[in-house]
């Protein structure tokens, strides 16, 4: 395996998405694109993507690209600078303000989605050098649950198990994970699995997620009553005998209190089923296979780490495993699933505020040990602030100065109008990025410096399964772009630490990092990859995916660890957690009856500065909405395919409601992706309170107390345009990339006659139009050639033309004049019949066109593959190509039924 196979031309790297880390072959094909495929010899993912790292080649445009160094000018406006002004001034400015105020006064957010090499060189400036460790990342938003359960019970941030044990494994519990949209690659695997061994799997989640159609138990518990579930399943284990005494008694301590403390907690079957809002049926089948599965891995995601008890609930988990010794062995082992495609590499270095550098701690010796071989004398001696306590007091006016790399905390903190704010107070706000304009640069940034961006940067990332693999640039960096970690060295030169910072190339600081790991280590700490010290240029350019730890003289990694005890606390034992009682931290009330959950859909990412450039990957859900049982919907008066406003103690958004069983009682779920970027009023991240773990500081995304109203528009429409578009004030929009340019998804009670004057204010040339604005019709479209410039479609709610039939024609390069006549019907005419929403997004199949082939006698994923394509290359759309088989199977024996009944 080399970097670049020469037969295809094409560069191996790595999914910029998730973390499972898939390998990707890269072609540039010399126009600033690139063919994408995936990487048949990489161990994460052996050629598969998904949607997401599919269409990883729609999103390499540079229309939003940050390409110079921006700084805010006296007149407020930004203005381009060069790279070196820039520099001098930042470092001038944190110079100053450390200066008068302390390095307390100062602080780094930085991000899982920096190479490996990015953050050390930001954690080393800021924790060893400015002397504060108020350096933290989105991963407290995301994985320090997860951290602090695995500290806690192994004495470091060691993930025990490794892929290959999906693989192996009889059963498999995800808990608090849509896999299916969030891990698809892995997900994929864990089906083959069931297909090719019987391996059976339970999924644990308060909502039906198209995970779950694929289980052969879900557990649709009340939110944040996990802990309930594995402290009854911990007294089941033990009243039945499935305990691993030995194990129990030489490699671990606590386990009596804890299991005192899980029986006061859930003490049977009937006490867990209360607890957790389960049947007793559904408790003890789910006990019976755990109990009876040797081979079990328990994979777990932000349903489990995004709680006010994340920690307690990762370690209820992690409890089970250590009592039953189903750790570190083939097969078996707790796993958390990562999120980020680097959470794992920027938790390596340290970039967490209350960690230090290479998996060390802010204890003395670690803090002597990291100072003498950074030479820092002015290291950071205590823990700093973590994420959301970083920007309250940004919001006191404590901290003063800010470095934001690589993520956009104005959408994705909790309580994000509040971040929003506090970043306007800042004396020195800068931000590191790719585009020119998000939602955080645009809450008053001071200075803007341009990064280089997947396919143009390089060095390594490190996967769920502790693999680091290797980022390599395909692609010239454009403009003035510039690796993250030369742009802190460089600050951090003019901030006189020079020595320190001298790093030629990526390579350079991987070899530091991976020295560091090894240094003074004797195998008393987990993270260690001294075997990667020595790498040539040559070699860290070649380096093949490889996991750790790799210690000095090792010819191959350590796959897993515990399975024979070895923990890494002082005694070499793990430790038993007895987890406080269960409760969320918020409560319902009369004003606040509902819970709003928020999490991700199958083909966004995040705040959609990547994915959301792709015109495939905004086929499925263009529009942000909110999910609700229908009893709720009815009880609120919401309907299906209409509006609602949700609102919290912290905010409100107007979303989309989609009606759906799958959905419990007393909870709403929203997306988070959509800023203000990207759509009027569905900021969620604004609606969700600022509660945080105990240990972890991570905040309870999952379960803020809500209530929903309807929202009433009196008009629907859309608008499609070659260029960005600014919607009239007041009106409720989503925008979406659509082949050939942009979409606006929109709802509006105003008049007609606006809308016309304001397409006519934003078009020249002719327009073609419809007019009846006494039926409350306005469609029209202006030409270039015979190609559409914009056209916009206004009507009453289900009147408002075909979105699906008027994208087609708008992507077409020229219409007929057959087309060009209909195209104001807004309907779909011969050969352009709606396919409706997308549902596949590599073959464009939409739910109409499945659902017919359903009814026409597909009756399984396979057979609507066959016919239509749709689920055949990515995969990532057949979890919901198997729903809807199935509720047409549902409806057909219901229909079957119902005529049985009458006959
Ligand atoms: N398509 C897509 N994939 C992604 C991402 C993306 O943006 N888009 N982001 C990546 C990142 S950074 C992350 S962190 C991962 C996240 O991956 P996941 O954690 O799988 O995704 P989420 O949708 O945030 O939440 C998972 C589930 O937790 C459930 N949940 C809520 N409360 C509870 C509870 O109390 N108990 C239990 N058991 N479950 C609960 C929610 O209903 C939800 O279905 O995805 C990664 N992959
Ligand atoms: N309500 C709610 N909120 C959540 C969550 C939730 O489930 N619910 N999930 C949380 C989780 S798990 C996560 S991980 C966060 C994610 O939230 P964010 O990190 O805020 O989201 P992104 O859109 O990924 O932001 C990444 C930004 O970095 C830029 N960028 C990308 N690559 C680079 C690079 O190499 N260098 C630089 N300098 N910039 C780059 C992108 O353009 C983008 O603006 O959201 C969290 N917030
Ligand atoms: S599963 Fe999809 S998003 Fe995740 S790394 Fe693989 S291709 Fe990328
Ligand atoms: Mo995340």
């Keep these: 395996m080399t970097a670049i196979d020469p037969a295809l031309g094409a560069t191996r790297t790595t999914c910029p998405y998730c ?7 890269a072609t540039p094909d010399n126009n600033g694109g690139a063919a994408i495929a995936g990487d048949p010899e990489h161990p994460a993912n052996f050629g598969r993507l998904c949607s997401k790292g599919s269409a990883l080649g729609e999103t390499l445009g540079l229309e939003d690209r940050l390409l110079y160094p921006m700084i805010r000018c006296s007149k407020g406006t930004m203005e381009r600078i060069a790279w070196s002004d820039a520099l001098d001034h930042v470092a001038h400015r944190f110079a100053h303000i450390v200066k008068r105020d302390g390095p307390g006064a100062v602080a780094f957010y930085l991000s899982g989605q920096l190479l490996t090499e990015d953050y050390y060189v930001a954690n080393k400036l800021m924790k060893g050098f400015i002397g504060s460790a108020n350096v933290d990342t989105n991963s407290r938003l995301c994985m320090a649950s997860s951290v602090a359960g695995h500290r806690r019970a192994f004495g470091a941030d060691t993930v025990p198990g490794c892929y290959e044990d999906l693989d192996a494994a009889d059963l498999l519990v995800l808990v608090g994970s849509n896999a299916a949209w969030c891990h698809p690659v892995l997900f994929q695997r864990m089906l083959a699995n069931k297909q090719a061994r019987g391996a059976r799997m339970v999924v644990i989640d308060p909502r039906r997620t198209d995970t779950a159609g694929d289980a052969d138990l ?45 029986k006061s907690i859930a003490g049977s079957v009937g006490a867990t089923a209360l607890a957790t809002g389960l049947s007793e049926q559904e408790v003890a089948d789910f006990f019976q296979m755990f109990k009876s599965s040797p081979r079990v891995v328990t994979l777990y995601s932000q349903g489990v780490n995004q709680s006010a008890q994340g920690t307690d609930k990762v370690n209820a988990i992690i409890n089970c495993h250590l009592a039953t010794g189903r750790i570190g062995k083939p097969g078996a082992s707790p796993f958390s699933l990562t999120g980020q495609p680097n959470a794992m590499g920027g938790r390596e270095v340290g970039g967490l505020a209350n960690q230090l550098a290479a998996h060390m701690a802010f204890t003395p010796p670690d803090i002597d040990r990291v100072r003498r071989f950074w030479k820092a004398p002015r290291i950071a001696t205590h823990e700093g602030l973590k994420a959301v306590q970083m920007f309250e007091a940004i919001a006191k006016g404590e901290i003063k100065a800010l470095w934001v790399m690589g993520t956009n905390p104005a959408v994705s903190l909790p309580d994000a109008d509040a971040a929003r704010a506090a970043l306007k107070k800042l004396e020195l706000f800068v931000v590191s990025e790719n585009v020119l304009s998000n939602d955080t640069v645009n809450a008053g940034v001071h200075v803007l410096l341009p990064a280089q961006a997947w396919g143009e940067k390089s060095g390594t990332v490190t996967n769920s399964e502790r693999r680091i693999s290797r980022q390599r640039a395909f692609l010239r960096a454009p403009g003035e772009t510039k690796p993250d970690w030369w742009i802190v060295g460089e600050v951090a030169k003019r901030l006189g630490f020079g020595p320190a910072f001298d790093f030629k190339s990526a390579a350079e600081v991987f070899r530091e990092h991976a020295a560091l790991s ?99 990957l905004g086929q499925h859900l263009p529009e942000p909405f909110v999910e609700i049982h229908p009893d709720d919907a009815i009880r609120y008066g919401v309907d299906d395919d209409s509006f609602a406003r949700v609102t919290t103690d912290y905010g409100q958004c107007t979303l989309k409601v989609a009606v759906s069983e799958r959905q419990q009682r007393g909870m709403l779920f929203a997306p988070i992706h959509w800023s203000e970027a990207t759509a009027s009023t569905a900021r969620v991240g604004a609606l969700v309170a600022p509660i945080t773990d105990p240990f ?71 327009l073609a139009e419809y007019k009846d604005f006494g039926g409350g019709v306005y469609r029209a479209a202006s030409f270039i050639e015979n190609r559409i410039a914009t056209c916009l479609f206004v009507g009453p709610a289900r009147d408002a033309g075909d979105w699906d039939v008027v994208k087609n024609l708008f992507a077409a390069d020229a219409l007929s004049d057959d087309q060009r006549r209909t195209l104001l019907s807004g309907k779909s005419m011969d050969g352009l019949a709606s396919t409706g929403p997308i549902v596949c997004a590599c073959f464009g199949v939409g739910r109409t066109t499945i659902c017919d082939a359903i009814a026409a006698g597909a009756g399984t994923a396979a057979e609507i593959g066959a016919q239509l394509k749709a689920g055949t290359n990515c995969g990532s759309c057949i979890p919901e190509l198997k729903r809807l088989a199935a509720q047409a199977g549902v409806v057909a024996s219901a229909d079957g039924h119902k005529q049985a009944v009458a006959s």
Excluded at 229 to 258: C, N, P, W
Excluded at 581 to 601: D, H, K, M, V
Excluded at 731 to 756: H, I, P, S
């Design 696 to 766: 972890s500081g991570q905040p309870e995304n999952k379960a803020t107390p809500a209530s929903i109203v309807p929202y009433e528009y009196v008009f629907r429409g859309f608008a499609l345009s070659r260029v960005p578009l600014q919607l009239p004030y007041h009106v409720w929009w989503a925008r979406v990339t659509v082949a050939g340019g942009y979409g606006y998804l929109f709802a509006d009670n105003a008049d007609l006659a606006r809308w016309q004057t304001w397409l006519r204010s934003v078009t020249c040339g002719d």
């Design 19 to 25: 973390g499972v880390g898939c390998g990707v072959l």
């Design 518 to 616: 090894a240094f003074e280590n004797g195998g008393g700490r987990d993270f260690d990859i001294g075997a990667l010290t020595s790498l040539s240029d040559e070699e860290f350019d070649e380096l093949t995916p490889v996991m750790w730890p790799i210690r000095a003289g090792d010819s191959a990694p350590q796959q897993r660890f515990f399975a024979n005890g070895g923990f890494f606390a002082n005694d070499h034992r793990a430790r038993f957690i007895a987890p406080e009682i269960p409760a969320l931290r918020s409560e319902t009330t009369a004003g606040r009856p509902l819970r709003l959950n928020t999490g991700r859909i199958r083909d966004q990412w995040h705040t959609m500065t990547r994915s959301g450039t792709s015109p495939r």
């Design 218 to 262: 879900f557990l649709g518990l009340k939110p944040g009553t996990d802990t309930a579930l594995f402290s009854g399943l911990l007294v089941a284990l033990a009243d039945s005998g499935a305990l691993d005494s030995d194990y129990i008694a030489h490699h671990t301590s606590g386990f009596d209190e804890a299991l005192a403390r899980a």
